[in-house]
Structure formats: C-alpha cells, structure tokens
C-alpha cells in the first residue's frame, strides 16, 4: 500500500522565485498533520499542488496512490479550501448544492447543522458574505465533503474565537467517526495544537522540521532565575535566546530536561518552562535549529 | 484546559490517574473513551487513545472487549503508593528546602505544619 500523500523532490518556481524546493513528504492516514510555516513559506503552493491547482516545476507528487493532474476520480476523493477561496456568482445553497455533487462521501445533515452552527444564511449572494461567512462556508464545504484527503489552508480568516472554536469541535467530531487524512495550514499554532499528531514546518520551501507534536511540544525549556544561578544551570549546554534584565537572566535551552533537571532546578530557585507548539515553531522558523542558514537560491 | 507545554497524551494520562487517585473513577468503571476525551479536551483522538494506554500499560485501567476501558480492580491503591512514595520529594524536600531558605528553623516548621493539621476543617490523620 502506497502513502495517502506522497511527494519527493518537488519544486515550483515562479519566474526567479523558489516557492517549493526539494519537498519530500510523507504521509500515511488517517492523521491531522499541522503545516506550519510563515506567509511565503510555500505551504499553500503546496497544497494547491497537491489537489491539482498548481503544476510543480520539478519532482513527484502521488495523492491516494496516485497523480492527481488531471486525474478526476482522484480529486472527488479530495477537498481544498483556501483563504481566498474564489466562488462563482451564486448563492450559498447553490454552492453547498454543487459541492454535494461533486463529493461522494458528502453529509448533507452534517452540512446542514453546520450553516445552522455559523449562521449562513442559504439565499443570499457568496459575493455579498462577509470574509467571516465566506470562510464559514469554505469550512463548511471542507469537513461535510468527508474528503479521504481534506486540505485546509488557513481556512478561518475572518472567524471570530467562537466560530473558530465551533470549526475545531466539528472537524474532531467527525474526524473521530470519519478519520481521514487532514493537512491544516494556520498561525494559530496553539489554539489548534490539540488536533495536530504530526506538524511539518515549511520555511524558505523547505520542510525544515516534520516530527510527532507531542515531540515537538517542550522540547526547549525556558529558563529564568538569577543570572548566575542560570548560568550554572546551563553550563554548557547549547542555548537559543538569552535575555537579562539587572540580575536576572532567562534563556530558551533546546532538548528534553529529566528529573535531576527539575530537581536541580527547584534547588536553585529557577523557573523552568517548557515551550509551546508555537513558541517552538517560532524558534525553528526563526533559524534557531538551523546551524548554517541556506542561501536562498534562484531558480533554474 | 491543558497546559502547552508539556505532551498531551501524558496530561491525559495524569488526569485520568487524578480522577481514579481521587475516586471520581471507581474501580470496575468504564473510562471515558478516545472520543469521549478528545471531544472534553478538543485533541485529536489519536492523543487520547495514546493517554488511555499510558494506564492500560501501567495495569490501572483494562480492556474489555466490545465495551471499552474499565478501572482495573487495585488501580487505585497501587495509585495511592506511588504517590506516597514520591511524597517526600514533591512536598516534603521542596518545602524543607524553602524553610532553610526563608531561615524557618526546624522546630518552628514543625510547629507551622501542627498548627495547619489543627486547622478547622482539615482532615484530621
């Protein structure tokens, strides 16, 4: 059996600029993996590429075992929402209705409570929604396709923490009975953090990190104290950010602590603090994993 | 609900062992299950399953086919050593080493802990 999303080597030039360089990825459902990365970094040109939107420059990308270019049995199997999800002018039953027919495994009672959940309203224009609704919708269409591949790119712009939350309860309740392979792209790194089993962090077009996030998550430490008494703490070992203020100091110290860390740690009256998902994805977008920045480098 | 920084599954995991170490889950109870916890704490119920079996294999909670998770008969007596054992290193030393710190002397220490155990209210040992 081969990998329900499997890309290598893949890279997408836009005139002199490397959206995507040397993507290898891996993913095996069912799985809600986390794309992280910063604005630019190539995650939705990934996930365009990977439902067909978007032609790579180079490499090879397998979607439920196989291309997906061109491949419409394929793209039934698989749904995208974008941010900037573009609709025809028709109203919002309309498109529920032309979604419904395209995707096998629709729910129609599940789309159905949910335009309740957001307060779409049927008959009106997509064009005249707010940014919120439109994302609603966009959501909407996302979790009732049932989609064996779903594909979220930043799909709440515009959604209060409510409606946002309301995404997160249905997309979990309906993975649990339906599970699936999710790839969800979002800054809102640790209000999603429950979802994610797996995140893979895209920077400069490159996966730079992609690990289990129980792993990722505190696996760097905060460290705050006397300056001294810090200093002593960490010895030797390697730190990420150090920060002083008069006599007290507070550095970021990558790798796992164990006990006689904490026990230590208690003795000398530090504060310790293990980082969260998105403190830690800071860090690695910010270049701290990586000991020698590459170049960018120009397309071909 | 969760903290951030540490790994889901072992919250999950130290949660559930809360609830059965306080006996708001008795022995031969079934457990929440993998969605019932993902769905409480908004996570994937992948984690959850993956806290579950922290205890499944730490013998606390047990299988029953086509059911689902019950607390294992002893779960929380053998929950209850652990925790003793670990008292003096959690509660104890901390303490003793915050007195030292703050100049308390030993036997007014011993003093402050007596007169809390008189406290009103307090469970009397």
Redesign the interface.
């Known amino acids: 059996m081969s990998a329900t999303i499997s890309v290598s080597g893949l890279s997408r030039c836009y005139r002199s600029h490397l959206a995507l360089d040397g993507v290898t990825l891996e993913v095996e459902g069912p799985v809600v993996v986390g794309l992280l990365g910063r604005n630019g970094a190539g995650k939705s040109t990934l996930m365009r590429i990977l439902a067909a939107q978007e032609r790579p420059s180079s490499g090879h990308v397998s979607v439920l075992g196989g291309p997906v270019w061109e491949n419409d049995e394929a793209l039934r199997r698989l749904v995208l929402v974008r941010e900037d999800q573009e609709y025809p002018d028709v109203k919002v039953r309309d498109a529920v209705r032309a979604a419904s027919w395209f995707h096998p495994n629709w729910s129609a009672g599940l789309a159905e409570a949910m335009i309740e959940d957001f307060e779409l309203p049927p008959g009106r224009a997509i064009k005249k929604l707010s940014r919120g609704m439109r994302s609603a919708l966009g959501i909407v269409v996302g979790i009732a396709s049932r989609a064996e591949v779903t594909l979220l790119d930043e799909p709440y712009a515009g959604l209060d923490p409510l409606a946002r939350r309301t995404f997160y309860e249905r997309l979990l309740a309906d993975y649990a009975e339906h599970p699936r392979t999710v790839l969800l792209s979002t800054h809102l790194i640790d209000e999603a953090a429950g979802l994610m089993e797996r995140v893979v962090l895209i920077d400069h077009g490159r996966v730079v990190l992609d690990a289990p996030a129980d792993d990722v998550r505190g696996g760097a430490t905060a460290v705050t104290g006397s300056a001294s008494s810090v200093d002593r703490f960490v010895a030797d070992r390697p730190v990420w950010e150090r920060r002083l203020l008069g006599a007290q100091q507070s550095v970021v110290m990558p790798g796992l602590l164990d006990e006689v860390d904490w026990a230590r740690a208690q003795q000398m009256h530090l504060d310790l603090k293990p980082l969260s998902l998105q403190e830690m994805v800071v860090y690695a977008a910010g270049g701290a994993w990586r000991s020698v920045r590459a170049k960018e480098e120009a397309c071909v | 609900m ?1 903290d ?7 919250q999950v995991a130290d949660r559930l062992a809360d609830e059965i170490a306080d006996g708001a889950l008795r022995e031969g109870d079934r457990a929440p299950s993998s ?1 019932e916890l ?2 409480f ?7 959850a399953a ?1 806290g579950i079996n922290v205890l499944m294999v730490e013998g606390l909670l047990e299988k029953r086919r086509g059911v689902g998770m019950f607390v294992a008969q002893g779960a929380r007596a053998q929950l209850l050593a652990r925790r003793r054992r670990s008292f003096v ?1 959690h509660y104890v030393e ?1 303490m003793v ?1 915050e007195a030292a ?1 703050l100049g308390i002397g030993p036997e007014p220490l011993l003093e402050m802990v007596r007169s809390t155990l008189a406290l009103p209210g307090r469970v009397q040992v």
């Open positions: 969760l951030d920084g540490a790994p889901i599954f072992s969605n993902a769905s704490y908004r996570i994937n119920p992948a984690t993956k290193e901390p080493g710190r």
